[in-house]
C-alpha cells in the first residue's frame, strides 16, 4: 500500500508520527536528497554528510510540510537551506580559522622571540664573573630580594644592589656591542 500512496499523504501521515511513513518517504527520495546535496556541495564526502544530516532533521521538519505544493518541491527546499546552511558554517569556521591562525602564528613569534631573549641572557650570563652569575641567578625574575640574596651570598645588601647595577651595565653593553 505504501508504494501506492502519494508523497503528501506519506508526509502528512509522518507528520502525525507515523515512522512507516516516514521510512517509505525516506527510501523514496534518499537518492534524490543525496543527487541534489552532492550537486550543491561538489564532493560526495560531503553530500553524504549533508544527507545524513538533512534526514536526522527530517522528523522535526516534516511538521513543517503544509502540502500546498509537492513534496519534492518541499523537500529540494529542505536540502538547498541546508547546503546554504553548511556554506555559512564552513564559510564561518574558514575565517575562524584564519582568525586563529593569525594569532597562532603572533603566539609562534612571541615565544620564539622570547626563547631567543632567554637563550641570549643565558649566553650573556656565562661571560660574567662567578659572582655576578650567582647574584644574577638568585634575583633573576624577583626570585629574591636584594636582602635575601645577601644572606645566601654572605655579602652585604649594598653588595647585591652594587652587582646587579654592574650586572645592568654589563648586559647593555654586551648588547650594545652584538647590534653595532
Sequence with gaps: MRMTTSDEDLAKAAAKGDADAFAALLARHYDRIFRLAFRLCGRGDQAEDLTQDICAAMPAKISGFRAQAK?????????????EDARRRQASHSRAAVGWGDVEQMRRAEAAETAEAVDWL????????QEL???????????????QAAEVLGVSEGTVSWRMSDIRKRLRALRQEELA
Aim: charged share 15%; glycine share 0%; aromatic share 8%.
Design 71 to 83: 513534496f519534492t518541491t518541499w523537500l529540494y527546499r529542505v536540502v538547498v537551506n541546508a547546503a
Design 122 to 129: 643565558q649566553r650573556a650570563m656565562c661571560a660574567l664573573p
Design 133 to 147: 652569575q650567582d647574584t644574577l641567578a638568585l634575583t633573576l625574575e624577583d626570585e629574591m630580594t636584594h636582602a
